[in-house]
């Protein structure tokens, strides 16, 4: 099965696929190792960010890692984030990054035009739609602003929350789709990032909420598999709400790069094994994915 056909039976059978962001290469295998050791199914992946500003050095080198290590009942490789526009405000050659990741065996890949007026953000989308259908790969694309990677002080969250600044609006998202031709849509629905910048991606991430009724509107009117990023320490009961209303893969960084971050200063290994074990509570305790892998790959 191709990536975009196990999405889609996700999304009709109401499971998370989580993607696993990779900003060091030694976390590769910890991650893929607890996928298999719970008998569950996720993509690994990076963005661009992650070989800019941490140490995943370029998306050649998680490819050539990821043939190494990969187990294709349980895996497969996905290109998070490459944006228009970057956290920064710099202007990043998309194309070109994306191409790179379709001839290096990326097997979905992201388009983030989400810092680009709609129209812009519908063209962009639908360029890389064009370029990805010849590799029979499927594409996400972003609608709204899902906050965090930023730096500087992030507006109050109840006060965004509440306000639903930023979130996608269902109407565009349906024009979105329509015009665009994007296969996944990757949407702000009270969900933010964790931290990347030196200052804050150290600190404990906020505990997010999900807009469940305003999710419930977008699913009826974008009909393909939608994305949750900011994945970290949003409780489970959002999670599991988000999954019955169209949510059908789910991005987690934070949450497994922090503890490794933190057992660096005690070896390689300590800090796999902190990864391992973060996976581990993930799978089991908040995605609630354990043998997931048997329904994506069963009979319908
Ligand atoms: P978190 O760091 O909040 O888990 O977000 C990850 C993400 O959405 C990457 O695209």
Known sequence: MN??????????????????NIPYLPMMAPVIEALRDTNSFGLVMVARLEWKKFESKSLEAISAEYQKLKDEN???????????IDEDGIRVDFEENISRALDNGYESVMIDGSRLSLNE????????????????????????AVMGHESGRMPSYDE??????????????????????TDWLSVAI??????????GKQEKKLEAKIDIE???????????????????????????????????????????RQP?????????????????????????????IENSKDILFGEE
């Open 260 to 288: 490794y971050e933190n057992a660096l200063p005690r070896g390689v290994d300590v800090a796999q094994e902190a990864v391992y074990r973060a996976m581990l509570d993930l799978i089991k305790d908040e995605l609630l």
């Open 74 to 84: 349980h895996t497969r490789l996905h290109l998070d984030h490459i944006p228009v």
């Open 3 to 20: 990536t975009s056909e196990i999405v889609n039976k996700a999304w009709r059978k109401g499971i998370a696929i989580p993607g696993f």
């Open 190 to 199: 009270g969900n933010v990032h964790g931290a990347i910048s030196v200052a």
């Open 160 to 181: 965004l929350f509440e306000s639903k600044k930023g979130f996608t609006s269902p109407d565009d998202a349906r024009r979105f789709v329509e015009e665009s031709g």
């Open 121 to 144: 953000n519908i063209e962009c989308t639908r360029n890389i739609v064009e370029i990805a259908e010849k590799y029979n790969v499927p594409v996400e694309a972003e609608l709204g």
């Open 214 to 256: 305003h999710l419930a509107k977008i699913n009826k009117l974008a009909g393909v598999p939608l994305v949750l990023h900011g994945g970290t320490g949003i409780r489970r009961k959002y999670i599991l709400e988000s999954i019955k209303h169209g949510i059908a893969k789910i991005n987690v960084a934070t949450a497994i």
